[in-house]
């Protein structure tokens, strides 16, 4: 039931008021002046106020600036006796929902709080969604409590209030997009736009077009003009991601916009100018990228004024419960699924794995899981065969050793990490692993690599 507050010093009139609204399921309360009226919204949950422009000891007008300061989701309704057009605009410059006249547009009153609950209904979402806005995507939204995951967390809340420059490094899936979003909204620019891009994702020239724009006819297929990412991020941030990917001919662009803070673009003479803050990833070595004439110098050390490596997943080993967990109540809400914990042989399995996915691995494993799983607990038979094989290979003598530490294991581990280093390509992997593309795919398939 929605809650309604009348302050109006003339008694009669606010009872009769009171009545008729409360037979609109309304709940009513009521106070005959400003001071009272304030009282009653600080001990209720009031929804819209309908006040008397003329009260005892102040005045409406300047009664619904205050009220909206203090309580921004209560939609306020001004009446007057005596309408004046000045009393009304600044009724409204002070937040008032409507200004109406007594007697006049009595018959207008039920139906406007009709529509000044719905707009307090949707501001109260909205207030309700930011916060939710706020909370995933702070640092209060990264899981975990190791000490290696919480000094990466205080490097990025020291950088987060400034307006630095920052590249996050570490291994593909340890959260490096999560942490820029967590920068972003602990830091000045967090009611303006996060942008991302993935470097890899695209070829050269679709690549610069993205991040750059540019104007009809620049090349077959650009029929009218485009924003790129820069300008989308103006006076926000912008998130590279696999920025080691990035081809040097851009490398030179993207340089400037950092030092100047302006482009061109493709097909355009003319300088657009921007105010971007950039926080760049990637899972490669830029220094040895730098050494095989793959990345720039100079660029490298104005993307990593400050830098943060991002721990792997196997180097915070208490922190996989409470990731289990998180996904697991994420997964299980999504399905409509009632999982509510994980057995404790299944949580002994993640716990031994060592995780070269990081994150990103034990997310989609969880995901995978709910969907398997026919009980209220996570058990091991919804595991994936690999891990459910990692209790087996252990065994449980005092001689045995864990797999994570088998030549089979270091050699699934290597090869995983050289595909995550060249993205997939299976060509370039069998290369740097010396050996012929063929061997490669057996091992991929006796591994189960995908």
Known sequence: MKKIL??????????????????????????????????????????????????????GVE?????????????????????????????????????????????????????????????????QLEARLDTKFS????????????????????????????????????GKEVFAQAIHQSGARKNKSFVAINCSAFSHDLLESEMFGHIAGAYTGAHKDKKGLFEEAHNGTL????IGEMPLDLQAK????????EFIKVGESKVTKVNVRVI???????????????????????????QIQLPALKDRPTDIESLALYFLHFFGLKSAKKIKSISADCLHLLKLHIWPGNIRELKNIIERGVILETTDTLTRGSLPLELQQLQEETGNGDNTIMSAFSLASAEKIHIQKVLNYTNGNKTETARLLNIALTTLYRKLDEYRIT
């Open 6 to 59: 009348i302050i109006d010093d003339e008694e009669k009139l606010r009872s009769l008021m009171a009545r008729i609204i409360g037979l609109e399921n309304f709940e009513v309360f009521q106070a005959g002046d400003c001071k009272t009226g304030l009282k009653k919204l600080e001990q209720n949950p009031i929804d819209i106020v309908l006040c008397d422009v003329k009260l005892p000891d102040g005045n």
């Open 63 to 127: 009664l619904t600036k205050t009220i909206k300061e203090k309580y921004p989701h209560v939609e306020v309704i001004l009446l007057t006796a005596y309408g004046n057009i000045p009393d009304g605009v600044q009724a409204i410059k002070n937040g008032a929902f409507d200004y109406i006249v007594k007697g006049d547009d009595n018959n207008k009153i039920i139906p406007l709080l009709h529509r000044a609950v719905e707009k307090s209904t949707l501001t109260k979402r909205v207030a």
């Open 139 to 174: 640092f209060e939204g990264i899981i975990g409590n190791s000490k290696t995951l919480l000094q990466s967390i205080e490097l990025a809340k020291k950088v987060a209030v400034t307006d630095t420059t920052v590249l996050l490094t570490g291994e593909t899936g340890t």
């Open 239 to 242: 998130f590279l991601d696999e």
């Open 254 to 261: 993207l340089l400037r916009v950092l030092e100047n803070g």
């Open 280 to 306: 760049a990833a990637t899972n490669r070595n830029l220094l040895t990228e730098i050494e095989n004439g793959h990345f720039r110098q100079d660029l490298y050390y104005r993307l990593s004024v400050f």
